[in-house]
């Protein structure tokens, strides 16, 4: 047999190989003894045709078997004979296929594409600069804690001797069925609360469940707009029937003293909860901080240092953010039947340029480790797995079971491993304190400058669907 290797580009190679006419003759006369001996022949006993007839009789049948022996067996050895790493099968092509003899009377020339990993080196990965934003933690943050905290205590009270007025919350079950299908699914909500007057009720429900006390039945009907941000309510007409479970009025308790000391027994007044609440935000803050450093100079890493990667990593990593993408999807009541082609397809190109990242950077990462020699002992393993089990509440032992249905600790050894690279990445680059700058200023400044009305209707929306 003959080969030589061509490099097509750093993760491709082409193998030409010449498979040699005796090793097609030998396999050629195993498999026409084979098919003499079991193959019925007209006119002749089972196994006692001629040689030459079965030949004539079945050359495609065993024509195609000798190539199935002899092509993989000669690809395979020529693959070990030029040290190569397939990352997966090759792709064969035999010349003239059509015209090929394997009755040993000439050779047999094979292409074999390979997909191999590239050559890569030592990025160049000190003094990378990255800037470290600090986010300031302002006080209206602190009072939107309390007010979290104290609307996460808030009590319905039943109001008593009058029905229900704006300010109130009603609790009703709810169904509605669309006009122009009233035998289609109906729009169904249990317990669903409806704060009246709120400005992200929509209107007709605050009109129609005022004056309304425990136990009443209430019809109404709403015609929404065509430009209604739910695509499945927009420019129809829903019936609804609301069945009035209770009639409240939400009240919070005062945020004092008392209060805060009911909240944690660390403090001892508001003003101590507000310090609390600080420094907890700052600790945040400063850990969100080293965050984005770590993704930065990851990011940088990425940008410094192009090469080709293997199109098989890309493709199984795309498969596996589609998939999870389409898990997250279902957990978020989508039917993934109704997903147009097109949507799926864009949502895999956005994948294939994210994976393609994730690769390269866990290329690098890998070559830093090596440069850092970066190691894990097994008491960091354990730790792990003990954090992992205090997270879930269970023991160590079942946090090993499990990983064990998942194939074992390599995966918590791949990702401490991850982890301390790109540590020994920060601690190499050349990080530098700079002022906070919010990256969502412009976006959020466009979302405030979206109309008030189409807010209001997205959330009435989910309401009305019971979400």
Known sequence: MKSEVKEISPTQREIHIEIDPESLKQAYGL??????????????????????????????????????QVVPLKVSEAIQEHDLRPLVEPQLHIEKIDDVKVNGSEAVKVHAHVEVMPDVPTPDYQGIEVTRRVKPVDDSEIDDL??????????????????????????????GKFADDPDGDPITAEDLEVKLGDEVIEKAFTENLVGVSQDDEKEFTVAYPADFTSAALAGRTVHYKAKVKSVGRMETPEANDEWAKSLDEEVSSLKDLRKKLRSDLETYAKADADARVRNEALAKLIEQNAFEVPNVLIENQARNLLNNFARD????????????????????????????????????????????????????????????????????????????????????????????TIEALVSQANVIDGPWVDEETSEASTEEAKPKKAAKKKATAKKAKGG
């Open 31 to 68: 498999v026409s003894q084979k098919y003499a001996k079991k193959v019925n022949v007209p006119g002749f006993r089972k196994g006692f045709a001629p040689l030459d007839v079965v030949r004539l009789r079945f050359k495609d049948e065993i024509k195609s078997e000798v190539l199935q």
């Open 146 to 175: 309390i007010q979290h905290k104290l609307a996460q205590e808030a009590a319905m009270i039943p109001v008593e001797g009058r029905v229900s007025a704006e300010g109130d919350t009603v609790i009703v079950d709810l169904e």
């Open 329 to 420: 999807l279902q957990q978020r009541g989508v039917d993934l039947n109704a997903v147009e082609n097109n949507f799926v397809q864009m949502a895999y190109e956005q994948m294939r340029t994210q994976a393609e990242r994730d690769v390269r950077g866990a290329m690098l990462l890998e070559k830093i480790g090596e440069a850092e020699n970066v190691e894990l002992k097994k008491e960091e393993i354990d730790d792990e797995i003990s954090k992992m089990a205090e997270y879930y509440r269970t023991t160590p032992e079942e946090v090993r079971e499990s990983l064990g249905k998942q194939g074992g600790e390599r995966t918590i050894e791949n990702n401490l491993r991850t982890r301390k």
